[in-house]
Structure formats: structure tokens, C-alpha cells
């Protein structure tokens, strides 16, 4: 989930057009979410094959990965690896969390609740392994590249694109400024007209990108000082100091330099401080990532998914012909100039 610096960053709209021809890293964990949570039934329950296996997340991958391709964009997906230590903390907050979900959606199933029951199925999302080993597999059998890091996805995908290998990362997180991404573009595979959740109220989502250069400069700070001022309002691995919203916090590090400064001017303590601040600044990367589009196996596709979880073969054959149309013409360029 993240910091969140949503008050504070330059945000402008986009379209999905305006990624043509860019390599982009995506936060694979974090797109799995979303799928998982917007690719529902009627009822709310995610979509299933008939020996009831969730199918939800390589509906999302195959569907709005060639969606993409079509568009100009080149995906390259970004796995966790091992979390950071200090992360259990949030983890176990989720776990928590979740817990009382289900708790309420049974109690909404027993009750009749429809329409609580479809919201509270929404937020009940679970990632496995074999989940994970899937979409590696299609993604394999579509010729689409993909990174296992280290460590934080969200780190190994703004490493990335800070050092020029793609062009932006695509996640919600705004994390991903901490960790030195340059462009981050959010809602590009789950746009359109989207229920609050928890709520009754549907608001009208578009694609934006955020420029981090743009909003440090706005801001007039540094990236480390950004780091900084979200250790203060708390991340995924410390809590913040009470009543310090993104906009107070710039303000005390503005004020007073950095952070080291502003909890001796508050007479607090944050633990564990200079290793976050080393974990943003130089998290564990695979620095030899490979972002090169490779061979489809169209037979392999129509196995995974018709074969084994009852995909049609009518919807999922011109997708199919459309990804292999986009090979054919980046093969003429050597594959990746194309991009």
C-alpha cells in the first residue's frame, strides 16, 4: 500500500496513448491486486473455472497485457522477492485486516446483505504461490519479459526506470518515487467509472502520470528530503508521528533540514531511522534485468488457459491473433525497436 503523498505530488491526466512506443516496468503485485479485486462476478466472487480455481488474475494479465502490446506499450512485470525486514509490522496489520473482513462477509452472507457482500468480497484478496507460477507461465508463453527482485518489486521497478532501462513504472503506489522512479503512471489497467470502496459512491478514474522531477521541483526538496518527510507521516516499515500529514511533513523538513533535525526538534524517535532511509536510497536490485520481448507460444497459451481452466477458446483466439500480429511486427525490428 505505501506512503501515502497523494496531497503532495504533481499529478497530470493522460490517456493510455500517451505511453506508445515506452518500455514500462509494472509492479506486479500490485496490478495482481487490482485484478483480483475489479475482475469480479455479479456477486462479487472473483471468476472461477468449474473446479472452482480463481482465474481472475490471468483474465487481467492476458486481456490487459495485449491490450498494451496493441497500444504501443512494452510491459515488463516486476515480482516481489523476499520482503524487507521491517515490513512484518504492515503485513501483519493486512493479515488483521483481512481477517476482519471475512468476518463481516460472513456475517453480511448470513444476513442477506447482498450489497455488502459484494463490496466486502472486493477486499478479500489472496496471492499464492501458484498464482504467482501461472501468470509467470503465460508470461512466458506470450514472449513477455519479467523480473524476479531481490526484495520490493515497487524498488526493482523505479531502480529501472532510474537508470534509463524502461521508460516509467506503472503502479498505485507512491512509493515508487522514494525509490527513484522518474515517471509513474497510475491507473492504466483499471480506469473508467469505479465504486469507493465501502461506499455507495462511484467516482470517474482516469490515467495519470506523475513526474518526479516535477513535484520535487514544485515542492522545492530533494529526494532524500521527500524520503525523509515520509518516514515522518510512516511507511510500510515504521509508523509516522501522530498528526503529520504529507503537507506538514514537507513543511518540517523544509523547515528544519532533515529528518534527524526535526525528531530532536520533537524530542521523538523513529526506529530503526537510517536503515529505511539506506532501504529507499539503495534497496536490493537485480541489476542485470531482462526487458527483451521473446518468442509467443501461442499452443502453450491456449493450453493454460482453455485447457486448464476453461478459458473460451472463441474470446481468447483473436487476442491471440492480435498478440501474434504484434510479434510479427517487432520481429521485423528486431523485436524491441519496435517499442
Known amino acids: 500500500m505505501g506512503v501515502d503523498l497523494s ?58 497485457t495485449i491490450t498494451m502490446l496493441e497500444n504501443g506499450i512494452k510491459p515488463v512485470y516486476v515480482f516481489d522477492g523476499k520482503p524487507f525486514r521491517l515490513k512484518n509490522r504492515t503485513l501483519e496489520e493486512r493479515r488483521i485486516v483481512k481477517e476482519k473482513n471475512i468476518s463481516d462477509l460472513q456475517r453480511a452472507r448470513e444476513e442477506g446483505d447482498t450489497e455488502k457482500v459484494r463490496s466486502l468480497s472486493s477486499r478479500i484478496n489472496y ?39 524502461v521508460q516509467g513504472v506503472i503502479s498505485q503506489d507512491y512509493d515508487c518515487i522514494l525509490f527513484g522512479a522518474k515517471q509513474i503512471y497510475r491507473n492504466i489497467t483499471t480506469y473508467g467509472r469505479r465504486k469507493v470502496s465501502g461506499k455507495n459512491i462511484y467516482i470517474n478514474v482516469s490515467p495519470e502520470v506523475i513526474d518526479s522531477a516535477e513535484t520535487l521541483r514544485v515542492l522545492d526538496i530533494t529526494r532524500e528530503m521527500m524520503i ?45 531511522l537510517q536503515e529505511i532511509r539506506e532501504f529507499f536510497l539503495n534497496p536490493p536490485v537485480d541489476e542485470n534485468p531482462d526487458t527483451n520481448l521473446h518468442e509467443m507460444q501461442k499452443d502453450e497459451i491456449l493450453n493454460a488457459l482453455c485447457g486448464r481452466h476453461d478459458f473460451s477458446r472463441e474470446r481468447v483466439s483473436p487476442y491471440i491473433d492480435n498478440l501474434e500480429k504484434v510479434h510479427r511486427k517487432a520481429s521485423q525490428f528486431n523485436l524491441d525497436s519496435f517499442f
Request: without cysteine; charged residues 25%.
Open 7 to 64: 496531497d503532495i505530488v504533481v499529478k497530470r491526466k493522460i490517456t493510455i496513448k500517451d505511453l506508445a512506443n515506452m518500455t514500462v516496468a509494472i509492479d506486479a503485485y500490485n496490478i495482481i491486486y487490482q485484478f483480483l479485486s475489479s475482475i469480479r462476478q455479479p456477486d462479487g466472487t472473483p471468476l472461477m473455472d468449474r473446479s472452482g480455481n480463481i482465474t481472475s488474475h490471468l483474465s487481467g494479465i492476458f486481456y490487459r
Open 127 to 165: 496471492i499464492n504461490g501458484d498464482m504467482i507460477r501461472e501468470i509467470k507461465e503465460l508470461l512466458t508463453y506470450m514472449g513477455i519479459p519479467f523480473v524476479q527482485a531481490p526484495s520490493e518489486g515497487e524498488a526493482q521497478a523505479s531502480w529501472m526506470n532510474g537508470k534509463d532501462l
Open 228 to 272: 525523509d518527510a515520509a518516514i515522518l507521516v510512516g511507511t510500510d516499515f515504521n509508523t509516522g508521528i501522530e498528526r503529520v500529514g504529507a503537507k506538514t511533513a514537507v513543511k518540517l523538513i523544509k523547515k528544519h533540514g532533515n529528518i534527524y533535525e526535526v525528531l530532536k526538534a520533537k524530542e521523538r524517535e523513529i526506529e530503526n
